[in-house]
């Protein structure tokens, strides 16, 4: 899938607590978008990769990609689709998780390893499979292989549009809820 595909399908992870029962932060959805696109960090080419900071010093503007150097390491040592497209990796980024976020935000928690997952699912549609059982170098797909879709194609748009819609229509529900 394409990196915005992920990052919207990420970003729709914020429905999970709310189905929960949850109250949540609108801005949760940047969390989720966020957890979504750091699988891709094993690509020699990622939206994570290029994603761009930037400001003013003076006049001069400066921008940064702070995830370019270890974007360049991880994909060397590891490679696309493996350890990081893996159920460890996503062991590590729920316990890693649960260091960095206070215990009192479950739901931050939750949309953090709920956009990483969906990632890998949504990798997983796609033809060439995800080594899922790293260190077992072995590719896995969610669907049979003659069903799975291709990255960059017609599902991976739609994809992007549907979970765009809904995205619109969760930020939507908060600017209803201020406006009452
Ligand atoms: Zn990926």
């Known amino acids: 899938m394409r990196g915005s595909t992920h990052a919207v399908i990420g970003a729709n992870t914020v429905w999970i607590p709310i189905l929960m029962g949850m109250v949540i932060e609108p ?4 969390i989720g978008a966020f957890t979504a696109l750091l699988p891709d960090l094993d ?7 290029h994603l761009k900071f930037g400001g003013y010093i003076g006049k001069t503007k400066v921008t ?3 995830f370019m150097p270890i974007a360049v390491i991880i994909s060397a040592i590891f490679g696309h689709r493996g350890a990081l497209h893996s159920l460890v990796a996503i062991a590590v980024v729920a316990a890693g998780a649960s260091f960095l976020i206070p215990h009192t935000s479950v739901a931050l928690w939750l949309v953090a390893v709920l956009g990483y997952t969906s990632h890998l699912l949504a990798d997983a549609l796609t033809k ?3 080594e899922f059982f790293w ?7 969610a669907l049979p292989r003659f069903l799975r879709v291709k990255t960059g194609g017609l599902v991976d748009t739609l994809l992007l549009l549907i979970g765009s819609v809904s995205v619109l229509l969760f930020l939507y529900q908060y600017v209803g809820s201020f406006a009452l």
């Open 64 to 66: 940064i990609k702070p």
């Open 43 to 49: 690509a020699s080419e990622s939206k994570i990769k």
């Open 128 to 130: 060439s499979g995800i």
């Open 135 to 141: 260190p077992w170098k072995q590719n896995f797909g």
């Open 27 to 30: 801005w949760l959805f940047l």
